[in-house]
């Protein structure tokens, strides 16, 4: 079941408030996403009972781990990012051009993000290491 937890209130006004302790967090739910976890526990009953067979607090771990390392990727793919913009400067104050009416807190990251993203699109990796024809 996918869950987000939403960020309003109980009383109606939308803004994010503490909440009581005996009120519990409200989540909505996404059929799509949904209907493709049902498909996948079918099709891997095998792990969905390894997975239902951990206790929380290895699922909990396991949530994080997930977190570090996807934060992890992204800090690497940010600074290979970089390290070819050092490499370029034209490309560097193209992309700082692009950026300038931004904050100045928010240049950077946007600039590597749509660096990024461009350099996907004009250099997309090789994939396998099998022999090339």
Do not use: F
Not at 23 to 34: F, G, H, Q, T, V
């Amino acid at each position: 079941m996918s869950l987000k937890r939403t960020e309003k209130n109980t009383n109606g006004n939308g803004a994010a408030a503490s909440e009581p302790a005996g009120n519990s967090p409200k989540y909505r739910d996404n059929a799509e996403i949904n209907a493709k976890i049902d498909a996948y526990i079918q099709a891997n009953p095998k792990e969905w009972t390894y997975i239902q067979g951990l206790p929380r607090e290895r699922l909990e771990r396991m949530l994080v781990l997930q977190h570090v390392n996807k934060i992890d990727r992204r800090d690497r793919i940010r600074a290979s990012v970089l390290k070819q913009l050092e490499q370029n400067p034209e490309l560097k104050e193209a992309y700082r051009k692009l950026v300038k009416n931004l904050p100045a807190d928010q240049q950077e990251k946007a600039m590597t993000s749509i660096a990024a993203r461009t350099l996907r699109t004009v250099m997309p990796r090789k994939q396998g290491t099998g022999a090339q024809v």
